[in-house]
């Protein structure tokens, strides 16, 4: 475990904190003026290893074989000329730090981190961090990679738990969750309203961006069910109807060996290590299209739903339980900022028919495809 300390004067700015690997959502948008909860875990951190946060030049700033050194392929609204290695953790984990009145940024409902660092060690006055609780916007703190110092304590063991262990802790992400629509609530009743979880639509948006990847332009098909809910509409639109059609299919532990023809496979990233779990018998061929484990559990292992109440008097051997959780009433739809960050830094990029894809990604999100 770490503990990160001001550079300026040594004051600790955070609680002893394990490392796990940066979600998939950290940078995520989501929806219109809705109240997003933390980012991270308490007493975890993750480190984002690209630049992050301001100052930011544009597209045509930049020369194009900078933005390939960086491993950006497409073009983009803009870099980020910001440090590299910023570490994010909750904000409740923060310590001895107070806020910036005047870096609000160009926020809505709170702060968005526009105007840069926004919070100082309280001891030395030295600016370490970034708040972000913005609507629509993940809450988390970004402490500045050139600010703080990392010091190890020796509080806890801090070893991954193995592939079975997370099976046997079988946490799940669930597809659909209940969310605030604004923060001031609403004057006609409830202001919440079961959706999409916006962990999924970022854990869809990332793999979508690598089935196409692996697709090579032929049609792609992945296993009906929920699986096919989240991937077969977009598949189906953005790739055309050419022959043969390459499946993909869920793999992962606890799941039974997939066919060794299959070369695209769907498979759980280590939420601790940021590793995606490896077959050992799948063609060394197979392209891995990560998912977050808790995403990849709840599509491999869906959870049954429990029988409903009977009505009148229960026999013994009825099962008394309160209804499933409702469903979103609208179609699943990938989030597109993911999925653009994570198309325009693959290689395959470069393909013609791909990089139309991300050249009409505006009409395919009214198509309500993204």
Sequence with gaps: MFVFTCAGCGTELTAALSEVALPVHAHQKFGNGLQLPVLMEPGTFAV???PWGPPWRRWAELDPDE???????APVWGLSDGAPGAIVTAPGDTRNTVLIPDRRGGACCGM???????????ACGLPVATRIDDCSLWQAVWLAPDAVHQRPVDTADDAAMSWAELMAEGKRTPPFEPITNSWGGSRLGSDRC???SPLWEAAAG???????????????TVPNGLVGEVFQRALDALLPDRLPTR???LAGPGWPDSDMSVDILLVPVHP????PWVPARSAASAYLVPLPFGVWLGLAFPEQHLPEPASGHLPGDVLRDDPPAPRASQLFCADSGTFE????RLPAIRSPWLREILENLTQHMRARLF
Excluded at 112 to 122: E, I, L, R, S, Y
Excluded at 272 to 275: E, V
Excluded at 341 to 344: A, K
Aim: charged share 25%.
């Design 247 to 249: 499946p993909a299919l």
């Design 112 to 122: 968005d981190g526009g105007d840069g660092p926004n919070m100082a060690c309280a």
């Design 194 to 196: 079961w959706k999409w």
């Design 272 to 275: 601790h290590t940021g590793r």
């Design 206 to 220: 990332r793999a979508l961006a690598h089935l196409l990847a692996a697709s090579e332009g032929r049609r792609v």
């Design 341 to 344: 960050h994570t198309l325009v």
């Design 48 to 50: 984002e290893p690209e």
């Design 67 to 73: 933005a390939e050194s960086r491993g950006i392929y």
